[in-house]
Each structure stands twice: as C-alpha cells, then as structure tokens.
C-alpha cells in the first residue's frame, strides 16, 4: 500500500496561495467540497480560444480537482492533499479530434499565463511537437521562470 501520509504533511503546508490548473473535462463548479476553492480564473479549450469560462463535459476534471484540492474538516466526502489551494479549471472535452492537441497546449500555456503554480494534466495524448512545446513553455516560463509542474 502506498499512502502519502497527507494528514502529516497538512502540518506543514495546505496548499495556501497556490493554484493548481486542472486541463481536463471540466470541474463542477457547484460541488460542496470543491465550491469554496474554485477560482474565478478558466477557460475552455473547445470554443475558438475565445476567453469563455471552463465548461463540464464529463466528471474526470471534478474527480482529479477532490483528489488535489477538496476542502476538509466540512463534514463531506474528501479531504484533497492540497485543502487550501484554488483551482483552475481548464476544459476540454478529451475527444480524439483534429484540435485535440492544439486545444490542450493552448490551455497548457494559458494556464502557466494566468498564474497556475502547478498545472495537472492526468490524460495520455499521442506524443507530438505542439503539446511537448506547451509543457517546454509551462517549465521554461511559469511562475516566472521558476517552473510550473507540469503534464
């Protein structure tokens, strides 16, 4: 079994100040244990790169942000390793397309843009220039110049 003793760590950091950019399906924005750290910074992949807030496609981007950043000591279902910390949606619909990749590195690099500390990208993607380009930039650029952890 592995357990990452989050319960410890808790005693020295929650996750405070950082942002954790979610580039998947969508988070569900009106989730209990997820309201109180969703930030008003997203966007969605799908729609022309027009400055649209994240969409909910399916309920993956919700599971992976209650693993990262649920609230806890609310009475509810989960604890997130990173309690305290805000979440980013960034929604695609994870459908094989033409734009797929392109989509993805543009929400990869708008969030290191808008501030992502760490950028959580849980999906597999055939490997190809434009999304490695994205996660080059996301390292090289992020939290200005000091990383972003990445894909």
Not at 57 to 86: E, F, S
Request: hydrophobic content about 40%; some cysteine.
């Amino acid at each position: 079994t592995i357990d990452i003793d989050a319960s410890s760590a808790w005693n020295i950091a929650t996750g405070k100040g950082v942002k954790i950019a979610i580039v998947d399906t969508g988070v569900d924005i009106a989730h209990l244990d997820l309201a109180e750290n969703i930030s008003f910074a997203s966007c969605d992949t799908e729609l022309s790169y027009s400055i649209q807030p994240s969409q909910l496609y399916r309920d993956h981007g919700t599971h992976v942000a209650g693993i990262a950043a649920a609230k806890r000591h609310n009475g509810l279902q989960i604890a997130g390793v990173a309690p305290d910390a805000q979440i980013m949606s960034i929604s695609n619909k994870l459908m094989t397309s033409d734009m797929m990749t392109r989509n993805l590195a543009y929400g990869i690099n708008w969030a290191w843009r808008n501030g992502a500390d760490v950028i959580n990208c849980s999906w597999h993607s055939p490997r190809c220039e434009i999304l490695a380009d994205a996660i080059m930039q996301a390292l090289e650029n992020g939290r200005s110049g000091k990383d972003v952890c990445s894909c």
